[in-house]
């Protein structure tokens, strides 16, 4: 009796594999996908030498993985579900024309089901690896507004197409098979299925770390989900202060007295030489402010030379970028004015033409930029080229050794950032007084590249902030190269050394998956620090209030001397013997905007998650403590008002630029 009931099982499981082979080959293709990608993961981040959020293995047993199999189990049941009931519906369907129409229409859909998936997979794979992020629709949102297609295409090559193929051969391959060579192998991947279901669960039963969900979660389930937490299939009101923001106001930033003091701030200038200056402007990629000097894990301060420096020149210690990503922060350095406060980078618009650092000198300045990193991705080309900066040396035309680091799922590429300084530095003996050079670093940028013993504070582990240490110090000794040739060339009495980090950086503070500096808006991914060097200018002082990138430019013109419409620019500057505005401003590429107000209390709202708090950072300087903005109703609405207020604003003086022009 019990092997008539398993004859007829058989029978009927096979009459359902015969009859659902496009349904089962699906199944088994996206089982085989899912369950190639965990294997992926698992082996990359038990093997890999750049693991994503410092992950350490020695924390998780091998079956890990294991866990969150669930998730897998999720889509796989979801698509398979859903193609059952396609296959039902086409049953109902009578007209033969119509019915064909549906069936080679399912069909294309799931060859772009199963090509989506496979890309999906290995895309959230390389991101993590090389980006300490996964597939969301900010990196999506990103691409489409922030890189050019041009750099797109070069990750493009023959090979993909190839790979693109690997899931359509597969299913493929198990549709052509023999009928009890496929019903054999669908009962092998649901007995599988059946086996890593109940493994997941007698794993999850036992304590383990918490994982982010760039980890935990399917890549697909981790895509949609984020496009759901960001409300994009939601539709809302015009928001009222966008409206509201739009009113009254001259120049860029709104007026009256919620943004400024009743207060006609007093300007002691240095004293006039009868010389130009040259400038010299490092901008260090992703130094934050609390790594530079901390010598608290025992080892020596990681930059011993600009400590020193430091002391002699200006060093605004309480400052923050204007944004979290590197293109919008180099906008408001070189322009004296904020990025648009959304996820839009103005400054790689190709009609930016807001006057930058370099139009407001006067003619005769030689102005050249050096860096060892792909340009297209740090820096706001299109508004440096718009503003007369020509003379780019970027990792695609500098002639140096390359520095890559490989792994598994993709590479990491610069130039030698001893090389390049060297170039640098051979840049400035050549260059016609007065000049202006930019040098954009990369050392601090992740991998870290190890560049030997010579530079190691540290030794070498699995904590991408010991490399990180490391790496600030040999951009410490590179710094300590072009003051050495500056002072060699006998140029350091007549240049301005400006030394800034476009942003801060993060490693697992707040939150486990909070690492770089683009996932959130905490301290460590928006302190960095500034230090203006030229004694006869900037006697030694070290600044306590609340400063930003957009304050640098009007400082350096009134060191120099130069007007500026002050209307048009979102900065102000240092030498007021007091600052007249009451906020300073910044966006993060997560979608939150944050005020600080010159009582050190930060006040930020999302506009993704329509929520807001605040901390009291004199109280609370590790932000652990986030008060209700209840009590902080005027500067959360003076917040929210000028981010409406400036991004319409900006875009109107562009215009006037352009018609100027």
């Known amino acids: 009796m019990r092997k008539s009931h398993l004859r007829r099982f058989s029978i009927l499981f096979q009459n359902f594999a015969d009859s659902n082979r496009p349904t089962v080959a ?257 901008i260090m990629e992703s130094v934050g402010s609390r790594y530079i000097f901390d010598a608290s894990k025992g080892h020596p301060i990681p930059m011993p030379f600009l400590h020193g420096l430091a002391k002699e020149s200006w060093y605004f210690k309480k400052h923050y970028t204007s944004s979290n990503i590197s293109t919008k922060a180099v906008f408001s350095l070189l322009s004296g004015v904020y990025d648009f406060f959304n996820q839009e980078t103005f400054g790689i618009r190709p009609d930016a033409n807001v006057p930058s650092l370099h139009n407001y000198l006067p003619k005769g300045y030689e102005t050249f930029l050096v860096t060892p990193s792909p340009i297209q991705w740090y820096f706001p080309v299109a508004f440096a080229k718009n503003g007369g900066l020509k003379e780019m040396h970027h990792f695609e035309n500098l002639n140096l050794k390359v520095r890559e680091e490989k792994h598994s799922f993709g590479r990491y590429i610069g130039r030698d950032e001893v090389q390049t300084i060297d170039f640098f530095n051979r840049r400035i003996q050549t260059a016609k007084e007065p000049f202006l050079g930019i040098y954009l670093s990369f050392a601090a940028h992740l991998p870290y590249f190890d560049y030997g013993s010579e530079y190691r504070i540290v030794a070498p582990d699995e904590r991408t902030i010991s490399r990180y240490y490391n790496n600030l110090n040999l951009l410490d000794n590179m710094l300590k190269r072009v003051y050495d040739n500056l002072k060699k060339e006998e140029l350091l009495e007549r240049t301005i050394f400006v030394i800034v980090g476009d942003h801060g950086q993060a490693f697992g503070q707040h939150h486990a998956d909070n690492y770089m500096h683009h996932r959130y808006s905490y301290n460590e991914n928006l302190e960095t620090p500034v230090i203006i060097h030229q004694p006869t200018l900037f006697k030694p002082k070290a600044f306590e209030v609340p400063t930003s990138h957009v304050d640098l430019l009007p400082t350096l013109l009134d060191a120099m001397r130069i007007s500026y419409p002050s209307e048009f620019l979102d900065g102000e500057s240092l030498f007021h013997h007091r600052l007249s505005r009451k906020f300073i401003f910044m966006y993060g590429h997560e979608g939150t905007i944050s005020s600080i107000d010159q009582q050190m209390v930060k006040t930020q709202y999302s506009l993704k998650k329509k929520k807001c708090w605040v901390f009291d950072l004199k109280a609370d300087p590790e932000e652990k403590h986030p008060l209700d903005c209840s009590s902080f109703s005027s500067q959360v609405d003076a917040l929210r008002k000028f981010v409406g207020f400036h991004d319409v604003s900006l875009v109107r003086y562009n215009e006037s630029i352009k018609e100027k022009k």
Request: glycine fraction near 6%; aromatic fraction near 16%.
């Open 26 to 282: 699906f199944f088994i293709c996206m089982f085989a996908l899912v369950l190639l990608y965990r294997i992926q993961l698992t082996w990359a981040l038990l093997t890999s030498s750049m693991r994503p959020f410092d992950f350490d293995p020695s924390t998780h047993p091998l079956w890990f993985m294991v866990r969150y199999f669930p998730y897998d189990l999720a889509l796989l049941l979801s698509c398979f579900l859903l193609l059952l009931l396609f296959s039902y519906f086409l049953t109902l369907v009578k007209e033969r024309r119509i019915h064909i129409f549906f069936r080679l229409s399912g069909f294309v859909l799931l060859h772009i089901v199963l090509i989506s998936l496979f890309v999906i997979h290995g895309a959230h794979i390389r991101l993590l690896f090389e980006a300490q992020t996964g597939m969301s629709l900010f990196v999506i949102q990103e691409l489409f507004l922030n890189v050019p297609w041009g750099e797109l295409l070069k990750f493009i090559n023959w090979k993909d197409g190839i790979f693109l193929l690997i899931p359509i051969g597969l299913f493929w391959g198990v549709f052509f098979l023999p009928s009890i060579i496929r019903t054999r192998i669908l009962k092998v991947s649901l007995g599988l299925v059946i086996l890593l279901s109940f493994s997941s669960m007698i794993v999850s039963v036992s304590k383990s770390h918490d994982l982010p969900a760039e980890i935990r979660l399917n890549p697909a389930v981790f895509f949609i989900s984020d496009i759901v937490e960001q409300g994009s299939f939601k539709t809302s009101r015009e928001d009222r202060y966008a409206k509201k923001g739009m009113e009254g106001g001259v120049g860029l930033q709104p007026g009256g007295m919620d943004y400024r003091e009743q207060i006609k701030p007093i300007k002691f200038l240095p004293p006039t030489k009868g010389h130009s200056w040259n400038i010299v402007f490092f």
